[in-house]
């Protein structure tokens, strides 16, 4: 069994462009793992194919079965975080290791005003509001559905 | 509806994986063994070759075998220069798995076939015609297999109309990649 996790300094989530994104990764498995490697990136989300870069990169070689290492990644002057209906811009951190495609994610929020910038359309959409089905959605649910 | 938490975003859709509806995996292995590692994936637009091909990517990957995956459609044709080239590049223990073999010109899928006989360790093709290799496995869907993927892709609480999905699947004449890319549209007009 393994366990990976990434802790960002003071529990931080919020970035803004050119900022320092630093913390701490921690592994831990049944046998000596062969590399770890953690990313900070972004990606999209949404209708299309998926774009996605990587922006900084610390692969640790040997990690053996357990460990914890800290990171410090300076971010780019952009992509902001923003969300449309149609795509999304994520970024996050991620750690892999081999062998084996187990991975953790920790996404972050990187934007010059504190959020995630809402195009338009959505820019007056309420926080939470999005798991609650609205007037069109429920058109496109079943009746006995619909209330569940 | 922000793009990331629409049920229907495309990288959600990429991690569902193949449903048999029929034989099993396993038993799609044997036969595969049995056919000398030379089949082919068929069926129509959006009826889950690709993904089925991926999946025995993985599959033959994580059991020792050496693999060579190409994916060949109109946006990313393959010249006969480069099908040469591919060619004059693989070893008699690679497995070529090509995605869109009946977007290839026939002149190279004639190279390909017969050079993969005596240098490559099989083909799998995938292809949305028989006849190019022997047929591996019909691939085809019923508007039960896309209520059941919906079902996966949103929470059970948001069933989406059986009724919908009948009629989507009818017009979208069973391809669940373009049933899904409408469904992404409707849930996105939620704000």
């Known amino acids: 069994m393994r366990k990976l996790s990434i802790e960002l300094n003071d529990g931080k989530n919020v970035f803004a462009p050119g900022e320092r994104v630093e913390g701490r990764i921690e592994w831990s498995a049944d046998e000596d793992l062969k590399a770890l490697e953690l990313s900070l990136l972004w990606y999209t989300s949404g209708k299309g194919t998926r774009d996605a870069g990587v922006v900084h990169s610390k692969r640790i070689d040997r990690p053996g079965a357990f460990g914890s290492d800290t990171f410090s990644f300076t971010l780019p002057s952009g992509p902001y975080s923003f969300s449309g209906k149609l795509i999304s811009l994520i970024w996050a951190l991620e750690l892999t290791c081999t062998p084996g495609k187990d991975t953790v994610r920790k996404e972050i929020v990187v934007s010059p005003t504190g959020r995630e910038i809402l195009l338009t359309g959505l820019a007056g959409q309420g926080r939470g509001q999005e798991n609650q089905p609205g007037e069109f959605l429920k058109r496109i649910l079943g009746v006995q559905h619909a209330s569940a | ?191």
């Open chain 2, 1 to 191: 509806m922000r793009a990331r938490d629409n049920p229907f975003a495309a990288d959600r859709v990429e991690r569902i994986r193949y449903r048999f509806a029929g034989a099993s995996l396993d038993e799609l292995l044997t036969r595969l063994e049995e056919m000398n590692y030379r089949g082919a994936i068929v069926g129509p637009e959006g009826s889950g070759k690709t993904t089925l091909l991926e999946d025995l990517h993985e599959i033959l990957e994580r059991r020792g075998r050496r693999t060579r995956f190409l994916f060949v459609n109109d946006a990313s044709p393959l010249p006969e220069a480069e099908c040469r080239r591919l060619l004059s590049e693989l070893t008699p223990q690679e497995l070529v798995l090509l995605d869109g073999a009946d977007a290839i010109r026939r002149s190279s899928w004639s190279l390909f076939r017969r050079h993969t006989v005596r240098h490559a360790a099989g083909l799998i093709v995938t292809s949305h015609r028989p006849g190019l290799l022997p047929t591996l496995i019909e691939c085809s869907t019923t508007p039960t297999l896309l209520k059941e993927i919906v079902t996966d892709l949103t929470s059970r609480t948001r069933n989406v109309s059986p009724i919908l999905l009948d009629d989507l699947h009818r017009r979208h004449r069973g391809n669940l990649r373009t049933c899904l890319r409408e469904l992404y549209d409707l849930y996105a007009q939620e704000t």
